[in-house]
């Protein structure tokens, strides 16, 4: 009855709720998790690119390479907007010029190139900037000995870029081949959603993937397979959950436990102490915890 004193609904502070899209759970903004996931039922909200790189590394260990390289559109393509319009509107937006963010850190201590693809910027489509980026990050990996991780996101190829989007899949690839072939080990995290030329490539040639509780996985979309093969598809079709049962993924690992989860795989591609890793990330997470709980009494 006193909501009605509020007027309508436009007048309502906004922002301040988020309702999980899988239980119905309204969430106030400020005591979401930093992970984003849901308290009730452990449904993974998206998570943006900065945040995303905040749960994962070890604090202040990033370097970026290559955030200055610029996708240019030498088709000169157009469908509603032209691409290069739509490119600049999207860098405006973002705030970063490429859908991949890629870079040296440490993770649990242990030195590791990373790629983490972001699906704000048109879809986390990968364009010819986005599979050059990822080839040299592989290259790097492959030249410094380092190990590799790679979080995926995204809807496939981008097709304003024609066939020389589709030629990023065996750039990539190809790198990769040489990167494993001479000793380099590569985790892979695909994360919601991962499809298209992106699961057809880099994403699942890994040595070990990874996968985000309830992410969607897969090449073509469901809708596109079912009229294709005029039948139903089973339940939890192209979820992490079916593919591992399938054998697809390797291991499903809730967000607040990726950090761990990372540093105890990379020990062990690279012949280190994998309980020691762990506890390097146990400890800065404790220590963030109780900074952020402080942080609280004081306000
Ligand atoms: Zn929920």
Redesign the pocket.
Known sequence: MAWTRFGKKKDMPGGLWEK??????MIFRKDFPKARI?P????HFSLDLMSRLKLTVDEGSFEEYWAEMETIDRLGFADRIPYSEKIERTVKKTGRKEAVLTGTCRIGGIETAIGIMDFSFLGGSMGVVVGEKIARLVDMAHDKKLPLVIFCASGGARMHEGALSLMQMAKTCASLERYQKNGGFYVSVLTNPTTGGVTASFATVADVILAEPGALIGFAGPRVIKTTLKQDLPKGFQRAEFLIEKGQVDRIVPRDAMRKELARLLAYGVRRDPLAAMALVAGEESKAKAGAEAGEGDA
Request: glycine share 18%.
């Open positions: 999980c899209e899988s239980c119905g759970t849901c009730e039922c452990g449904h």
